[in-house]
């Protein structure tokens, strides 16, 4: 029987993953095809290859040696894959499921009306939205890519600075007022009165009447209706709404908005393209822009 290529590599992203169904979507493909090249893969060698620690899949000790060859020809081809010329099968040769996850405004407003030229460009790739409401978990490999409004402290991953969010002052009423604390305002709730948007609010009208509180942008739009009153909404939260006025000569502070994906996982083809395509449809000068903060 000649040597079980594939089964290493499954071998190798079970180990990393913990579980056959994060490695299952990682590879682009079921859970029952992970069980049978594992399957296989004992019968090759003749010996089991994985045990459950806790809730986690771990290799065997007898075949933690053949895990670290499988690490390293993972990240042989890996490189490999990085450095090749493009072609025009590129487009075809990209396959699996991109798991994304970030602040909704930003997944619903910046990210989802693009997916078309995503699909054009990779038809056989598919993209998994997942906003802030499930916290999922890069370094416990959740997800694949992460969209931050902070940089991390700590964690294996590799971080990329896109630009800065940009928030506005907008009013929902018919005729703007001359002075925006003439008129009630909806304001973010309290967990967020330390981010750089909330303290320009503090700073910049700090007699407003507020009438209501939310923790997303959505929520404070649909609270907006029917009253006049005025908000400080992400821009592409803001301008997605056309009853929505911008407000002339206010300009709240921004916030940094970063792009993780983990160590392991940033040379996977699949996850390498939909990163490289996040970047570049997100800082669109408008709603993100690469200024310096």
């Keep these: ?7 290493l ?37 003749g010996y ?16 933690r040696s053949l895990l670290e060859t499988a690490q390293t020809m993972q990240t042989t081809v890996s490189t490999l894959l990085e450095n090749r010329p493009a072609s ?10 991109v798991r994304v996850t970030g ?8 990210v989802a009306p693009h997916l078309a030229s995503l699909h054009q460009a990779h038809p056989a790739l598919a993209l998994e939205l997942i ?3 499930r916290n999922l978990s890069l370094p416990q490999r959740e997800t694949d890519i992460a969209i931050r409004l902070a940089r991390p402290e700590t964690g294996a991953f590799h971080i990329r600075r896109l630009g800065m969010l940009g928030s506005g002052v907008y009013y929902s009423g018919n005729h703007p007022p001359v002075n925006p604390c003439d008129v009630p305002w909806i304001d973010l709730d309290d967990f967020f009165a330390d981010k ?13 009447t507020t009438i209501g509180y939310a923790n997303r942008g959505s929520i404070m739009v649909a609270m907006m209706r029917g009253q006049p009153c005025c908000a400080v909404l992400p821009v592409c939260v803001g301008n997605a709404h056309k ?19 983990h160590q392991d996982k940033r040379h996977l083809p699949q996850v390498r393209v939909v990163a490289d395509w996040l970047a570049d449809v997100l800082v669109d000068g408008v709603s993100i822009s690469n200024r310096a903060p």
């Design 243 to 261: 009853d929505l006025k911008r407000l002339e000569g206010y300009h709240p502070d921004g916030r940094e908005v970063w792009l993780l994906t």
């Design 131 to 133: 906003g802030a409401n």
């Design 48 to 63: 089991p290859v994985l045990h459950r620690d806790g809730r986690l899949l771990r290799a065997t000790p007898r075949a």
């Design 9 to 45: 590599r499954t071998f190798a992203h079970v180990c990393q993953t913990g579980n056959m169904t994060a490695a299952a979507r990682e590879l682009g493909v079921n859970q029952t095809t992970i069980a049978r090249r594992i399957a296989r893969l004992e019968e090759w060698l």
């Design 1 to 7: 029987m000649s040597l079980d290529w594939e089964g």
């Design 103 to 110: 602040v909704d405004a930003i997944l619903e407003h910046c």
């Design 88 to 97: 025009d099968n590129d487009r075809h040769a990209v396959t699996g499921i």
């Design 196 to 208: 750089p948007e909330q303290k320009w609010l503090a700073a910049n009208f700090p007699d407003r």
